[in-house]
């Protein structure tokens, strides 16, 4: 059973840092692809970041581009984002997501449920 575990949410001030890490009990590097949803009050479901793991290739939505950074380390087994600059609309509860056959469903700027696999989710605050 494949699980996700997210953690390093927290409260920032705008223009501040948070690096959000998420754990797999499986090996990351059996996933297709793995990303990050998000979803603000009142928001729906939103694709933020993927990386595909054969390839590297990574893709962001808008909002965050030249901000957020996604990683994948395949020997910890965890996927990471950093986020920079971080603005009060990026206040969300952010979800780790993960799916080991095509398609990949982590699609940045997408709105709409969690398919795959995906954890409980990490909590983001910034105040302005």
């Known amino acids: 059973q494949v699980q996700l575990v997210e953690s390093g949410g927290g409260s920032v001030q705008a223009g501040g840092s948070l690096s959000l890490s998420c754990a797999a009990s499986?090996?990351?590097?059996?996933?297709?692809?793995m990303g990050w949803f998000r979803q603000g009050p009142g928001k729906e479901r939103e694709g933020v970041a993927v990386i595909y793991t054969r390839n590297g290739f990574t893709y962001f939505t808008d909002s965050v581009k030249g901000r957020f950074t996604i990683s994948q380390d395949n020997v910890k087994n965890t996927l990471g984002l950093q986020m920079s600059n971080l603005k009060p609309e990026d206040a969300a509860m952010y979800y780790c997501?993960?799916?080991?056959?095509?398609?990949?469903?982590?699609?940045?700027?997408?709105?709409?449920?969690?398919?795959?696999?995906w954890g409980q989710g990490t909590q983001v605050t910034v105040s302005s």
């Open positions: 997501a993960a799916n080991f056959r095509p398609p990949c469903t982590v699609v940045p700027g997408q709105l709409g449920a969690l398919s795959g696999y």
């Open positions: 499986v090996s990351t590097s059996s996933s297709y692809c």
